[in-house]
């Protein structure tokens, strides 16, 4: 699926008039970008190999669980519906571990672009109980994109969709595998170069957002300038804040200056207890992370690498539930994108500020360590009335809706493990199964890992 070069430009196109603050670097990038009629992506510096989304690998459709995933309910996802605004003409890149959009009902009408920055391991394949290879690990990608960008009106078992199923994504797989186990082997770690190949990328691409949902406990200088060269270009710098608990310390790309770093909150509007926070790490928002719904990539398993064939039970949804500040920041970056298509003039500082005010708080004092200005509000970030700072809304804002008031947690669901089925082992069902703990990518500088939990 490419990102037709109409959509991916039309921000970029808007903010060239000078509104979003550009250094020498961010400019020549955007100039470049604006030539052309198609925007390549840069090809690999470490020349990553030949790979295909068609290489990740799947699950078995599975019970997707509540109706209304809680984090939708909670999110107003209702009320959005009623403004009919979708994240249209915004483009996010996505820097994770790669999506395959075409194995999935959800992701059809999407508009998604993945391209590959990471090496293909033999040990970064998924392996079933009999040791066969059954595909790449692209889960936590998928599960990042399709809390953006999944596709309303597909399962009838459920009303999961993405926040912002409008914008335009470019998946970029920078990380070989979503956990130690399956991407490197025990003691090794990611290298951190795909990453920022990846960003500098985006920001040739000009794109409007970047997520990011990995965590390094060091900073990195090429990794520092990278995310600088992105915030100078005027783009949104989205970052999960870790999920190694408060006063954990810093994480990055979180911490660079700029970024706007995501906390987590479970149903009762609590901060999650990994939720991350560091000295010099400025939380900037929150967004429900615990035991989060999302689809993923569905086809029998085990065939062809495991997604090149369809499931002949009818369903149309593989589901996963989650818990990490790595789901939380997506609902951020596409509760921005909704604010970008609104207000097309808004700059990218404009719009955290914006998400900032609106949000609704959480009783402490504001901004929290750990959960900043308090959790995003997305209906409220479209309709508020503007203060004298900022600039008017143009429309009369409806009726602003009761605050969801969330059921309590069921601590037993939410401690149990789920299984990823692969070549022929049902995934576990989300509605009886949980969470699949904090599976958000991290490591050091350079030597970067998907992170271990106990």
């Known amino acids: 699926m490419s990102v037709p070069p109409s959509r991916r430009r039309t921000r970029a196109q808007r903010l060239a008039s000078g509104r979003a603050p550009r250094l020498a670097?961010?400019?020549?990038?955007?100039?470049?970008?604006?030539?052309?009629?198609?925007?390549p992506i840069a090809a690999p510096a470490h020349a990553a190999p030949e790979w295909s989304p068609t290489m990740c690998a799947a699950w078995e459709s599975s019970d997707p669980g509540p109706e209304v995933p809680w984090h939708m309910d909670r999110?107003?996802?209702?009320?959005?519906?009623?403004?009919?605004?979708?994240?249209?003409?915004?483009?996010?890149?996505?820097?994770?571990?790669?999506?395959?959009?075409?194995?999935?009902?959800?992701?059809?009408?999407s508009d998604i672009t993945v391209e590959n920055f990471a090496q293909v391991l033999d040990n970064d394949q998924y392996k079933?109980?009999?040791?066969?290879?059954?595909?790449?690990?692209?889960?936590?990608?998928?599960?990042?994109?399709?809390?953006?960008?999944?596709?309303?009106?597909?399962?009838?078992?459920?009303?999961?969709?993405?926040?912002?199923?409008?914008a335009s994504v470019i998946a970029m797989r920078a990380l070989e595998g979503s956990t130690p186990a399956v991407s490197r082997k025990e003691g090794q770690s990611e290298p951190l170069e795909p990453t920022i190949e990846a960003v500098d990328a985006a920001v040739e691409a000009g794109v409007d957002i970047i997520n990011i949902s990995q965590q390094g406990p060091e900073s990195d200088p090429e990794f520092a300038r990278a995310i600088a060269r992105a915030v100078d270009a005027g783009i949104l710098v989205v970052a999960a804040a870790g999920n190694q608990g408060p006063g954990a310390g810093n994480s990055y790309p979180a911490a660079y200056p700029g970024v706007m770093a995501v906390g987590m909150t479970t149903n009762t509007d609590a901060a999650e207890p990994r939720s991350q926070s560091g000295p010099d790490m400025e939380v900037s928002v929150a967004a429900p992370g615990a035991g989060v719904v999302a689809?993923?990539?569905?086809?029998?398993?085990?065939?062809?690498?495991?997604?090149?064939?369809k499931p002949d039970d009818g369903a149309q949804g593989a589901y996963l539930n989650q818990t990490g500040t790595s789901f939380a920041a997506p609902l951020v970056a596409g509760?921005?994108?909704?604010?970008?298509?609104?207000?097309?003039?808004?700059?990218?500082?404009?719009?955290?500020?914006?998400?900032e005010d609106t949000a609704d708080p959480t009783g402490s004092a504001s901004p929290d360590k750990v959960l900043g200005h308090g959790i995003i509000n997305p209906y409220r970030a479209l309709v508020a009335p503007f203060g004298a700072d900022q600039q008017p809304s143009t429309t009369p804002a409806p009726p602003e809706p009761s605050r969801y008031a969330p059921p309590p947690a069921d601590d037993n669901s939410l401690q149990r493990n789920i299984a990823l089925g692969v070549a022929g082992t049902a995934l576990?069902?989300?509605?009886v199964a949980a969470v699949v703990t904090a599976a958000l990518p991290s490591g050091r500088s350079r030597r970067w890992r998907p992170a271990k939990h106990e």
């Not at 576990?428 to 509605?431: E, F, L, P, R």
């Open 25 to 39: 670097s961010g400019l020549t990038a955007l100039t470049l970008g604006l030539a052309g009629a198609t925007v």
């Open 75 to 109: 999110l107003g996802y209702d009320n959005l519906d009623m403004l009919g605004i979708d994240g249209s003409g915004v483009t996010i890149a996505v820097i994770d571990s790669g999506v395959n959009p075409t194995a999935s009902a959800l992701y059809e009408g």
């Open 128 to 166: 079933n109980k009999d040791g066969d290879v059954v595909g790449l690990d692209c889960m936590h990608g998928s599960f990042v994109v399709g809390m953006l960008a999944a596709q309303p009106g597909v399962d009838s078992r459920s009303k999961f969709r993405g926040i912002a199923p409008g």
């Open 295 to 309: 689809g993923v990539p569905l086809c029998v398993v085990g065939v062809d690498n495991g997604c090149n064939e």
């Open 335 to 355: 509760a921005a994108a909704l604010v970008m298509e609104r207000y097309p003039d808004m700059t990218a500082e404009e719009v955290k500020k914006r998400l």
């Open 428 to 431: 576990g069902v989300v509605g």
